[in-house]
């Protein structure tokens, strides 16, 4: 898997893929500024009468549910959609899905008319996701989370791979399962970092077919991104702009070195 890594991170760099997102007004900035940083490129378009043209230009689409409105939700099938009739990869982020029946309804109806290639959230979001009992405080997940337990009945009770985030990050499907060791604290005191990772995910998944080796990859090359920037900073306002720069420099061989894998998968 390491060497997968290696050469997902190459081909992004190179191929520079372009990654439409529908996404929220809190991020929106930040989103666009570490997409560009990576190395691949952004652009945010919501209007539902420009979406499916725009996700069919594009290589890859984000669906993020943060400040949802009727149209925004029209805006993500129609683009999703969309993008399904051309073989692009869509990543669903369900921002602050389990704390109300709106974006609960607002994510069912995603789920049900979009073929999602990965589901991006953290454990509150994806244990709400799966029909577990979620632990939401607005749009940050609480508590102590079984990481492995709720990837596992995620896949089986929706049927797409995950990325589970959280104090541990965890990929899966049916047949693989694969932590992800690496981090820092202050990627929570941040908004945002969810948010930018699902469409950094997105982007690798425009190059790369192996949803688990491109999640994998997406995630080793952030979080040891943010293990550089953190060796730079003093709080929360720095660490912003030293992990913009960190997606600019950190290398394959950074990542190589520092990454800490676990295989759940049981093989
Ligand atoms: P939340 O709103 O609950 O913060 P989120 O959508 O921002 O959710 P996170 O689970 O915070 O998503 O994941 C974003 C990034 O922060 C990921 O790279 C993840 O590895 C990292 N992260 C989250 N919590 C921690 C933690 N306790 N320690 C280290 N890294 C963390
Ligand atoms: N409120 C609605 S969307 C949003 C907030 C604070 C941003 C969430 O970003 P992230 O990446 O999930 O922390
Ligand atoms: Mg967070
Ligand atoms: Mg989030």
Do not use: W
Request: charged fraction near 20%; include cysteine; proline fraction near 3%.
């Amino acid at each position: 898997m390491k060497d997968s890594i290696i050469r997902v991170i190459k081909v992004v760099k190179n191929k520079v893929p372009l990654v439409h997102n529908i996404t929220n007004q809190v991020v929106m900035n930040f989103t666009a500024n570490g997409l560009y940083a990576l190395g691949a490129a952004p652009v945010m378009a919501h209007e539902p009468m420009e979406v499916a043209e725009m996700s069919q230009n594009a290589d890859a689409l984000v669906l993020n549910i943060g400040t949802l409105t009727e149209s925004l939700v029209e805006a993500m099938v129609i683009a999703g959609k969309a993008a399904n009739e051309k073989g692009i990869p869509v990543v669903f982020d369900p921002v602050g899905v389990g704390a109300t029946s709106y974006r609960n309804k607002a994510a069912k109806r995603i789920l049900s008319t979009v073929k999602l290639s990965l589901i991006r959230g953290n454990a509150g979001e994806i244990s709400a996701l799966a029909g577990l009992k979620a632990e939401m405080r607005g749009v940050d997940a609480t508590g102590e989370q079984n990481y492995e337990k709720i990837a596992k009945l995620a896949v089986e009770t929706l049927n797409v791979p995950v990325l589970v985030t959280g104090k541990v990050d965890i990929v899966a499907s049916h047949n693989q399962m694969i932590q992800v060791n690496n981090g820092v604290e202050l990627l929570t005191k941040v908004t945002g970092t969810g948010c930018l990772l699902s469409s950094v995910t997105a982007a690798f998944l425009a190059v790369e077919a192996d949803v688990v080796k491109a999640a994998v990859a997406a995630i080793s090359f952030y979080t040891v991104a943010a293990e550089l920037a953190n060796e730079k900073v003093h709080g929360p306002g720095s660490f912003q702009v030293a992990f913009l720069d960190a997606l600019s420099y950190t290398s394959e061989n950074d990542v190589y070195q520092r990454v800490h894998l676990i295989n759940l998968s049981g093989d």
